[in-house]
């Protein structure tokens, strides 16, 4: 690198190298150094406020480099490659006898031991890079094919020498901050001189020495191991938490308080793609998750030297997560990353007593830390004050509405009570002001059902004639049309806010806190309800319970997106779909053990209050049963989701029958059930995603997808915008094409934040990839499930013979590697004897090798 840029740098300047005068060459010296310096600044400038674009840059060129590395370790496993791999690879121990060798076969004068010592770093440099071309070494030129996306000319020999200053520059920077790269200087091998007799009397002094060729190992920056990278992460992540603290300090030095609740006067730092994952899994431990080994062995050795190390359980912790708690002198515990992540300001602490009179979340959401002296919760001051914010928006805008929906003012609505129900203009869209465009449904009665611990309620069931929409009826087919209502949450997630002429303008604030929501919500991801300590909700619960749907209250309306589906009933064909803004009265909240009861009840045992109820569920029951029927007989992949939920089904009862108590209707703790409730909600929710995706293909448009949510594996789409930031997005798409809210998504930002959901998705998924245990307690139950499970086995084999006849037991495999779950019984294990993953619900007969209910070992292997 050094020769070709003198190289380069004399293409520029010629006569910086050929001036004969010293005093043009200083000139020249200098010309070209300010040119350089002010080209560098210039191209510097275009990336100093791009700080993803270069991280991003930075991570894809050292994934590079050590996918490069790892593809040497990946060759076939047949004895020919290995052979062949063993026989041209270089390892540490065979550095001092290959040294030794070379050494002692050395002509020069050079004494053994110092080219013994020579050539052993020179072997040991060569193994650090890399075996194959030196494939973790990366220079200038390759880091601008990373940061540019334009290709400079061949021509263009100033562009072409800025952008690899640049790339030498983002380089050094990264070897400093980023840990991703280490410099590695060039490395001297040997030299080819001879001497040369001197026949003048005044050239004695001068070495008469003559180089002919001089060997190198070429020099650059390489991409040091992952165990070093994650250590310097958290040792950067650590450094911008104190800089924060900094600037905060001195902020509030200026008078710029924050008034004793944790606020910050400064806007929180940018947060590169590694300090996010490591503040995503501080974010996880302080809620009381845990990493844990994932073999029986190791885990018994575990708890058997708890009471000898003290820092057992630290070592289970990621290597970027423990750095950074042990840079900030924080302990390695949920109370460690609780004050990381307020110090950080990702999370804010007040007082008790500053708290006691708030409400701005759920009851779950706050934690208490310090004996009760403080109140954390887990968002930052800045969006806690933007959801307030917008509940204050939200409840003056439903205000509005109810005023122009259920007052006796309004004009529109007492033409609509005069008219009676069967006239066919009734739930035409309101176009008059104070409706927002949308299509008034107060007057139609809808039932919300969810689990008994929800919260947040964001999708409810409705039926309508289809005569009164003015749409041709077909009396042989249907007179029905089924409506799902989806909580309508797009102003938060389009750009500087759509709103209509007749809607209570946001102010310029109001629009600005939807921003900071969007990007919160894009950072976190999805909710998650799996975590000891309770929820992490995908934004503040006081902007969920703003945006959510209010239930069993009068005259209350909501505003939503409604998807109108027009099904035969004879056969369960889908005739007819579209897609409305509506207004929506407040839906009847049951939960799923109420629904079943509801619809299986006859008609002079209902209450009359719940009659209407009764009515809707029983019209979209069958319906939506006769839509599902017919799709799962058509549709390969509704064919594979209804027995993936079969399987679920019955090792959620086993798992049940196992801890002796009854299953929860949420699915957390790998629950599951299929009662009549639960299906007409997950037949709703189908037939939405179904239809929203047709439509969506039919006008040739894009929509934003989670991974493994396409229309092959007939995932959801948009029927969760609280609980999913994909669904937010699908759900801003569909209006925008559909219904012509808003300026539609172009195919690459589509892409973009399926990306973006994809990541969030796999930071959950290694999460708890890094963390299974045995007993699969994370998922599946906890560890008094498993060994009361084990205790009923071992009974059940003590019965039939003992567990010295080896019995085999029935069990089915859950999907996850080989894993299987006793049938009878409940208990799990891993399965010996498989090759690969076994197939989700397949039924299996396994040998029970060995039982221990005690300290919870079960090994069975494949018959």
């Given at each position: 690198?050094?020769?070709?840029?003198?190289?380069?740098?004399?293409?520029?300047?010629?006569?910086?190298?050929?001036?004969?005068?010293?005093?043009?060459?200083?000139?020249?010296?200098?010309?070209?150094?300010?040119?350089?310096?002010?080209?560098?600044?210039?191209?510097?400038?275009?990336?100093?406020?791009?700080?993803?674009?270069?991280?991003?840059?930075?991570?894809?060129?050292?994934?590079?480099?050590?996918a490069n590395r790892s593809q040497q370790q990946q060759r076939s496993h047949n004895n020919k490659n290995r052979q062949r791999q063993q026989s041209y690879a270089l390892t540490k121990k065979q550095i001092p006898k290959i040294a030794s060798q070379l050494s002692n076969n050395n002509n020069s004068n050079q004494p053994t031991t110092a080219t013994q010592q020579h050539l052993e770093e020179l072997l040991r440099n060569l193994l650090k890079v890399g075996e194959d071309r030196l494939s973790r070494l990366v220079d200038s030129t390759m880091a601008t094919e990373y940061l540019y996306s334009d290709y400079a000319r061949d021509g263009d020999g100033n562009e072409l020498i800025i952008r690899r200053m640049v790339g030498a520059t983002v380089l050094a920077e990264d070897a400093v901050s980023g840990g991703r790269f280490k410099r590695r200087s060039c490395q001297f091998v040997s030299a080819n001189y001879y001497s040369e007799e001197i026949d003048d009397a005044e050239e004695e002094n001068h070495a008469g020495v003559v180089v002919e060729e001089v060997t190198l190992v070429n020099g650059g920056w390489i991409a040091v191991d992952p165990s070093i990278k994650a250590g310097?992460?958290?040792?950067?992540?650590?450094?911008?938490?104190?800089?924060?603290?900094?600037?905060?300090?001195?902020?509030?030095?200026?008078?710029?308080?924050?008034?004793?609740?944790?606020?910050?006067?400064?806007?929180?730092?940018?947060?590169?793609?590694?300090?996010?994952?490591?503040?995503?899994?501080?974010?996880?431990?302080?809620?009381?998750?845990?990493?844990?080994?994932?073999?029986?062995?190791?885990?018994?050795?575990?708890?058997?030297?708890?009471?000898?190390?003290?820092?057992?359980?630290?070592?289970?912790?990621?290597?970027?997560?423990?750095?950074?708690?042990?840079?900030?002198?924080?302990?390695?515990?949920?109370?460690?990353?609780?004050?990381?992540?307020?110090?950080?300001?990702?999370?804010?602490?007040?007082?008790?007593?500053?708290?006691?009179?708030?409400?701005?979340?759920?009851?779950?959401?706050?934690?208490?830390?310090?004996?009760?002296?403080?109140?954390?919760?887990?968002?930052?001051?800045?969006?806690?004050?933007?959801?307030?914010?917008?509940?204050?928006?939200?409840?003056?805008?439903?205000?509005?509405?109810?005023n122009n929906c259920f007052g006796s003012s309004s004009p529109s609505s007492s033409k609509q009570k005069k008219k009676g129900s069967n006239n066919k203009t009734q739930q035409r869209a309101s176009l008059a002001d104070g409706f927002e465009g949308r299509v008034d449904l107060s007057s139609l009665p809808c039932v919300c059902i969810d689990a008994k611990r929800a919260t947040f309620r964001d999708d409810s069931i409705g039926v309508r004639l289809r005569s009164s929409t003015g749409r041709k009826v077909n009396k042989s087919a249907s007179k029905w049309e089924i409506l799902i209502h989806i909580a309508d949450v797009s102003d938060v997630y389009f750009d500087g806010g759509k709103f209509d002429a007749d809607i209570i303008v946001p102010s310029k604030k109001d629009v600005n806190n939807m921003h900071l929501l969007r990007e919160a919500s894009e950072r976190r991801g999805q909710s998650r309800y799996d975590l000891p300590l309770g929820p992490l909700h995908l934004l503040p619960p006081v902007a969920l319970t703003a945006l959510s749907l209010v239930t069993n209250k009068e005259k209350t309306p909501n505003r939503c997106v409604t998807l109108w589906v027009y099904i035969d009933e004879r056969d369960g064909k889908l005739l007819e779909a579209g897609l409305e803004r509506t207004i929506i009265s407040s839906p009847t909240a049951l939960s799923f053990t109420d629904a079943t009861t509801l619809l299986g009840s006859t008609a002079d045992k209902v209450p009359k209050s719940m009659s209407n109820s009764k009515a809707v569920l029983s019209v979209a029951e069958r319906n939506l049963s006769l839509w599902s029927q017919r799709h799962m007989q058509r549709d390969r992949a509704a064919q594979k989701k209804e027995k993936r939920r079969s399987t679920r089904e019955l090792i959620s009862k086993e798992l049940s029958a196992a801890a002796g108590n009854q299953a929860r209707d949420d699915g957390v703790g790998g629950s599951f059930q299929r009662s009549r409730g639960h299906r007409i909600v997950d037949s709703s929710l189908d037939v939405y995603a179904f239809a929203v995706g047709t439509l969506m293909r039919r006008a040739n448009q894009p929509i934003p997808r989670a991974a493994g949510s396409g229309a092959d594996r007939g995932g959801r789409l948009g029927t969760a915008p609280l609980r999913r930031y994909i669904d937010g997005l699908a759900q801003r798409q569909a209006l925008s094409v559909l219904c012509g809210y808003g300026t539609p998504l172009t195919k690459e930002e589509c892409i973009e934040a399926s990306k973006v959901a994809a990541r969030a998705s796999d930071n959950i998924a290694n999460l708890r990839s890094s963390k299974q245990s045995p007993m699969m307690q994370n998922e599946y139950g906890n560890q008094r499930r498993q060994v009361s499970a084990l205790y009923k086995l071992a009974r059940h084999l003590a019965s039939t013979g003992g567990i010295q006849n080896r019995q085999r037991v029935k069990a089915v495999s859950t999907g996850h590697n080989n894993e299987v779950v006793i049938l009878g019984a409940g208990a799990t294990a891993?399965?010996?004897?498989?090759?690969?993953?076994?197939?989700?619900?397949?039924?299996?007969?396994?040998?029970?090798?060995?039982?221990?209910?005690?300290?919870?070992?079960?090994?069975?292997?494949?018959?």
């Open positions: 690198q050094i020769t070709t840029l003198w190289h380069d740098m004399n293409e520029i300047s010629p006569s910086y190298a050929s001036s004969p005068s010293t005093v043009n060459v200083n000139i020249n010296k200098n010309a070209l150094t300010d040119n350089l310096q002010s080209n560098i600044q210039r191209a510097q400038k275009n990336l100093q406020n791009n700080i993803f674009s270069v991280e991003k840059a930075m991570q894809n060129l050292y994934n590079g480099r050590i310097t992460e958290g040792r950067k992540f650590a450094a911008t938490t104190a800089a924060t603290i900094t600037s905060s300090s001195v902020s509030n030095a200026n008078g710029k308080t924050d008034g004793g609740v944790g606020r910050r006067s400064e806007k929180p730092p940018i947060l590169t793609a590694a300090d996010e994952r490591i503040a995503h899994r501080l974010e996880c431990l302080a809620m009381g998750d845990a990493w844990k080994s994932g073999d029986d062995n190791s885990n018994r050795r575990r708890r058997r030297r708890e009471d000898e190390e003290e820092d057992g359980d630290e070592k289970m912790l990621e290597l970027d997560v423990r750095m950074a708690l042990k840079s900030m002198n924080l302990p390695l515990t949920p109370q460690g990353a609780t004050s990381a992540l307020v110090k950080l300001g990702r999370w804010s602490s007040s007082s008790a007593s500053s708290s006691s009179g708030t409400t701005t979340d759920g009851k779950k959401n706050k934690k208490k830390t310090n004996e009760g002296s403080s109140v954390v919760e887990p968002w930052s001051p800045e969006l806690l004050d933007a959801a307030r914010s917008l509940a204050l928006y939200e409840g003056k805008r439903r205000e509005s509405l109810a891993r399965c010996k004897g498989v090759k690969g993953t076994l197939k989700s619900g397949e039924k299996l007969l396994v040998r029970v090798d060995k039982i221990d209910p005690e300290v919870g070992v079960l090994n069975v292997s494949l018959v």
